[in-house]
């Protein structure tokens, strides 16, 4: 089966970058999407077919995939980006969905 | 506004079944294939199984395949999930995710529900 990896854990302080990737091989030639999951709350996309943002997802949060590593970056780093961020891809050799392990972001 | 109300959770002593409910407004429900998806406390995402628009294609997680059955009633909006032969390893959070297609296989997840919470324990 298709497996992703993501690093534990992301610290960032206010107003910089935060680059969260998710590892996988040749991710690139997947689509990725991302979620972000607060304390207690619903996980909600932010990101979909690698670059895509849903409405309402401010332009902050981008993301790209190329070769083995996408990438979700949130710029300008805001202490409710506080969360855990999964990646999720398909399994087309099983008819899988595949999330990655989460990353939880810090905000220092 | 999509919304997507699970239940059906509760304690259960391992060998039981338990059936969980999704009930969900907003949208066409009957359009879109639909998804189970489970956390265990303060753990990762693990989906488990999906259904597309007409349950002409439905899958599971190996870890669950088996024991657990996805069904749908487009005309009554809700979704369900039969467990079987619980384990102590099935607690989790379970959560009712809205799919973007009505197809089964390669899309992803812009709805979630709050979840319900599963603990198979004795």
């Known amino acids: 089966s298709y497996v992703l990896t993501q690093p534990p854990s992301v610290s960032v302080a206010p107003g910089k970058t935060a680059r969260i990737t998710c590892g996988g091989n040749?991710?690139?030639?997947?689509?990725v999407h991302w979620y972000q999951q607060k304390p207690g709350q619903a996980p909600l996309l932010v990101i979909y077919f690698d670059t895509d943002r849903p409405s309402g997802i401010p332009e902050r949060i981008s993301g790209t995939n190329f070769g083995n590593t996408a990438t979700l970056t949130i710029s300008r780093v805001e202490g409710g980006d506080e969360a855990d961020y999964y990646c999720?891809?398909?399994?087309?050799?099983?008819?899988?969905?595949?999330f990655g392990p989460g990353t939880k972001v810090n905000v220092l | 506004e999509v919304q997507l109300e699970e239940s059906g959770g509760g304690l259960v002593q391992p060998g039981r079944s338990l059936r969980l409910s999704c009930a969900a407004s907003g949208f066409r429900f009957g359009d879109y294939a639909m998804h189970w998806v489970r956390q265990v406390p303060g753990k990762g995402l693990e989906w488990v199984s999906g259904i597309s628009w007409n349950s002409g294609k439905i899958a599971y997680a190996d870890s669950v395949k088996g024991r657990f059955t996805i069904s749908r009633d487009n005309a009554k909006n809700s979704l369900y999930l039969q467990m079987i032969r619980l384990r102590a390893e099935d607690t989790a959070f379970y959560y009712c995710a809205k799919d973007t297609h009505g197809d089964y296989g390669g899309w992803h997840f812009d709805a979630w529900g709050r979840g319900t919470l599963v603990t198979v324990s004795s």
């Open positions: 040749n991710i690139g030639n997947k689509n």
């Open positions: 999720q891809v398909w399994d087309s050799n099983t008819d899988h969905y595949v």
